[in-house]
T-cell receptor, first 113, second 116 residues
Framework: AQSVTQLDSQVPVFEEAPVELRCNYS??????LFWYVQYPNQGLQLLLK??????LVKGINGFEAEFNKSQTSFHLRKPSVHISDTAEYFC???????????FGKGTRLSVIA | GAGVSQSPRYKVAKRGQDVALRCDPI?????LFWYQQALGQGPEFLTY????????KSGLPSDRFFAERPEGSVSTLKIQRTQQEDSAVYLC??????????????FGEGSWLTVV
């Protein structure tokens, strides 16, 4: 069965600094990869997803992620964060076929003014 | 509305009480999912419907949990004889295509259940 590891539970970063949120997955077959964001008291919102093709995926709000098959990673990056990016970020994986989306435990990004 | 709607948003139940959580998916979406999110954790899969058929209920933690989607639209998650460990946010989600197809899954804001 597939699983997702988010290596950092909390990441504090100063406003306008770059950030990388790390995600590794385990699966022996082809996967789809997702990043979701959860603002306080709100539902999860899709940031970006990798299905196939180019390994660099661009999403909303200036975020991007790179799929690295050899390292089984899908790290999320943003070159310059804003206060409004403060939220919980979840990496998720789905194996191609009839399997559910599996989430990591999340990384809390705190942007400091 | 345009999104996935869940009710109630907040529910406090006494231990042993039965609760029912409702989900209105996005109109026309074939797939409907229920997830459970404990405090400080990621969402964990409970069950999946394709139209009215419950195709996967492997994540339901016990036989006290029951879900239905009788007409292929609205779904209800029922928890019988609630226990304190059932306290969590219950997330409903829907998508236009089947599970595992890579399509985007849209989440509701969740129903926060506290069992006292």
């Amino acid at each position: 069965a597939q699983s997702v590891t988010q290596l950092d539970s909390q990441v504090p970063v100063f406003e306008e600094a770059p950030v990388e949120l790390r995600c590794n997955y385990s699966s022996s077959v082809s996967v789809y990869l997702f990043w979701y964001v959860q603002y306080p008291n709100q539902g999860l919102q899709l940031l970006l997803k990798y299905l196939s093709g180019s390994t660099l995926v661009k999403g909303i709000n200036g975020f991007e992620a790179e799929f690295n098959k050899s390292q089984t990673s899908f790290h999320l990056r943003k070159p310059s964060v804003h206060i409004s990016d403060t939220a919980e970020y979840f990496c998720a994986v789905s194996v191609k076929g009839n399997t559910p989306l599996v989430f990591g435990k999340g990384t809390r990004l705190s942007v400091i003014a | 509305g345009a999104g996935v709607s869940q009710s109630p948003r907040y529910k406090v139940a006494k231990r042993g009480q039965d609760v029912a959580l409702r989900c209105d998916p996005i109109s026309g979406h074939v797939s409907l999912f229920w997830y459970q999110q404990a405090l400080g954790q990621g969402p964990e899969f409970l069950t999946y419907f394709q139209n009215e058929a419950q195709l996967d209920k492997s994540g339901l933690p016990s036989d006290r949990f029951f879900a239905e989607r009788p007409e292929g639209s609205v779904s209800t998650l029922k928890i019988q004889r609630t226990q304190q460990e059932d306290s969590a946010v219950y997330l409903c989600a829907s998508s236009p295509l089947g599970q595992g197809s890579g399509n985007t899954i849209y989440f509701g804001e969740g129903s926060w259940l506290t069992v006292v």
